[in-house]
């Protein structure tokens, strides 16, 4: 296994966990946020571009999830 897997394979482990942990805190949406991005630079990385396209997106959304939950929205 190479380095990008490992990256990857990370990076969407990550997603998995903090996804799961979200009802526990705010903290973890960002945490899936930032996952999130992580899961997108692998895809543009190994050149499946709208894999890492759809990831960004999904990042921004939690981003935007996370900051409206710090709001108490």
């Known amino acids: 296994m190479d380095a990008l897997t490992l990256f990857g394979l990370f990076a969407v482990s990550a997603m998995l966990l903090f996804y799961a942990l979200e009802p526990r805190g705010s903290i973890y949406i960002l945490g899936f946020a930032g996952s999130c991005a ?29 900051l409206e939950a710090r709001k108490g929205v």
């Open 38 to 66: 992580l899961g997108s630079a692998y895809g543009f990385l190994q050149g499946a571009w709208p894999f890492g396209l759809v990831e960004g997106v999904w990042s921004l959304v939690a981003l935007r999830r996370f």
